[in-house]
């Protein structure tokens, strides 16, 4: 009782100290500690009402004319901007649209086809999220490419003069492994191959440095830490001095120069528009662009420095009430190798969930002994992790 | 002036008599007359309810619950069984999701892959919406194979053994002519070819018979006509016994047998989930599924009859109220060349559709010359009808 008397005071003072502490006020949240936001994040008070706008005077009264009127038509490219601070994107890079899965489609072949004569092989990062895999094959099966998939570990080694793309994930969606972007991606460049990157789990986590690293394509979704709603589109960042090269497997009427011309010739135009392909899905579109205004005013750096303060916390919490031996932290203890989410396995885990979220705390289960913890910084606090870990060990028990 | 009263009369005659006059109240309307239906379908007025608990409840309450709680998982599913009626399709062979230029990849590159060896050429419309030339031209650089842009009627004698799809449009965009889909079928058929229809302006304006022509594959968009609201996800039709044969040019996540098995081997599951990509955009999706309802109880025959005698009032209309020869209808007068769209060429057509808008009859423009008049039976009328022609016979005076 002691450890959880002083735990208690503890969090409680993080909590009084914390900068952020205040956002939390922008979401829609309950009496239960929600640490699923790395799979689908808190609705952002506001976005509601602003949906009503959307609907019923763009939608229902301006109709047609809100292509233009309301912004519509630009809502891929400005919402781009609108996430690239995230990402350490300068603007005119990022376009929103579609989902992760053709994003990640879109930008590997592009990529091969930029890589140039003799690159025939594709590496795919092992350890990812399967889509990036299945479509990865897809990408090397209609380029004449070969794929192999390996940990990011092996990657350096494996790159070489075929190497054309690799695929990597930034965060390990398992384990919450952060990745080393910037060795990984000077090493792919080091070869005169491209890097793609998967941003899903670090995009509004942690900063990312996207310009800075010199990143070649990247895509994310946005229903994660950028809390844009269910499904909400993903995006897809092409460096800028890489965009005329730019050569989209799915170049739809919407990345035209001239998308009204109707010109049965397709001329691709400038910049990150080229990466849109069909008409945008305006109400998940608008929803998503009302939801990213939370971030108004708030440094990625500073969202980082929490977020680990509160997974460190929330270890210490584990440790201290949870029988030694009883969950195996899967999530690196290192600072630079840890992204927004603790990672435990135990043996029944499935079951573990379930009783947890029946107490209130809403972790996720990964197949086959994962439970999964993610701390979104905007609206996760540390009462709520001292109180996650408590009821953890009172369930593990 | 006799004219006019002679008409107006008709106008009031036939509304009185429309069965389907009623369907008006289900929308949003206001005092003009809203002939770009064809473009953006007007909003269903039950719609912003829905999706405020759509937003509050579910996302904001139930949050990550909401994928199996409400539906949110099998919504793609579901969403094309509710459209499938409306196309002459039976249950499970529609999916809804991505946008129209998408499923025009997915389902060309997939019948190219099920035409089988030594059949090397795509044949597409000429006349189409620009984007489905581009995808064809993309999808037949990625499967090795030639392409032929073609007018639907020179697509018969050009089909042969080295044929391995074709991609038309059931109604041509710009003109409104309706093509003969289930003699195009059959010829493509007799070839032994697959045929992709684009049913994007056709789909809830008239019968389609996906079924009962023995179609392969078809793809169409959900904010025209069946008023999904802006950019709202399309479709993908695939026929049941073609399924097991439809290998997708992009096997996200969604469409494995296995989706949280997450297995790095993909496999894909069968029906017409196969057609699924990445996490589905929920609010986009949820409006449309909403905005289906107005369909409740309304028979396409009845919405196909009531949109003939429409555009034939509306051109007797158009003929009595503008001096012979200022406007050339491209739409052709046969009812079974007409889908639920009057074009009109004429010189100044940009200039004049602006002067349109401005008093309240809202239809499009098309490049270079065209001014399309979009009529939606579930909410147009004949009185709309007298009303529009009128002032165009004013503008153009």
């Given at each position: 009782m002691s450890d959880r008397t002083e735990l208690a005071l503890r969090a409680k003072e993080l909590d009084a100290a914390d900068?952020?502490?205040?956002?939390?006020?922008?979401f829609v949240l309950d009496q239960g500690v929600y640490l699923d936001g790395n799979s689908l994040g808190a609705l952002p008070a506001h976005v509601p009402d602003r949906m009503r706008d959307v609907l019923?005077?763009?939608?229902?009264?301006l109709r047609i004319r809100s292509w233009d009127e309301s912004g519509w038509w630009t809502a891929p490219e400005r919402i781009g901007d609108r996430i690239a601070p995230l990402i350490g994107a300068g603007p005119g890079q990022v376009v929103v649209g579609d989902s992760t899965s053709v994003n990640v489609y879109k930008a590997l072949v592009a990529a091969v086809r930029m890589?140039?004569?003799?690159?025939?092989e594709i590496l795919v990062d092992?350890?990812?999220?399967p889509t990036d895999g299945y479509i990865a094959n897809s990408a090397a099966r209609m380029t004449g490419c070969t794929l192999r998939a390996l940990t990011p570990a092996e990657i350096p080694a494996a790159?070489?003069?075929?190497?054309?793309a690799v695929l990597l994930n930034h965060?390990?969606?398992?384990?919450?492994r952060l990745h080393d972007l910037p060795a990984l991606t000077a090493a792919v460049h080091d070869a005169g191959a491209l890097v793609v990157w998967d941003l899903c789990h670090s995009a509004g986590a942690l900063p990312v440095g996207l310009d800075a690293h010199g990143v070649d394509l990247a895509v994310g979704c946005t229903?994660?830490?950028?809390?844009?709603?269910?499904?909400s589109p993903a995006y897809l960042y092409v460096r800028s001095d890489l965009q005329d090269r730019f050569?989209?497997?799915?170049?739809?009427?919407?990345?035209?120069?001239?998308?009204?011309?109707?010109?049965?010739e397709y001329t691709p135009v400038p910049?990150?528009?080229?990466g849109r392909v069909g008409t945008p899905d305006i109400l998940s579109m608008l929803a998503l662009e009302a939801a990213l205004?939370?971030?108004?005013?708030?440094s990625v750096d500073a969202v980082r420095a929490k977020s680990l303060t509160l997974t460190d916390f929330f270890l210490e919490c584990v440790a201290a009430y949870t029988e030694p031996g009883r969950v195996e932290c899967?999530?690196?203890?290192r600072h630079e190798e840890r992204g927004s989410q603790v990672a435990l396995r135990c043996a029944d885990a499935g079951d573990v969930m379930k009783r947890l979220i029946d107490r209130g705390v809403v972790g996720d289960f990964r197949h086959p002994d994962v439970l999964r913890f993610g701390f979104t910084p905007l609206y996760v606090g540390f009462a709520d992790a001292e109180r996650a870990a408590r009821v953890l060990g009172e369930v593990l028990a």
């Open positions: 900068a952020l502490a205040g956002l939390r006020d922008r019923t005077r763009q939608w229902g009264e890589a140039g004569e003799g690159r025939t092992a350890t990812t999220f790159l070489g003069p075929r190497t054309a965060v390990d969606y398992r384990t919450g229903y994660k830490y950028l809390n844009g709603g269910p499904g050569d989209s497997p799915l170049p739809g009427w919407n990345s035209h120069a001239e998308p009204f011309g109707m010109n049965p910049g990150a528009r080229r205004e939370v971030w108004d005013g708030v899967v999530t690196p203890l």
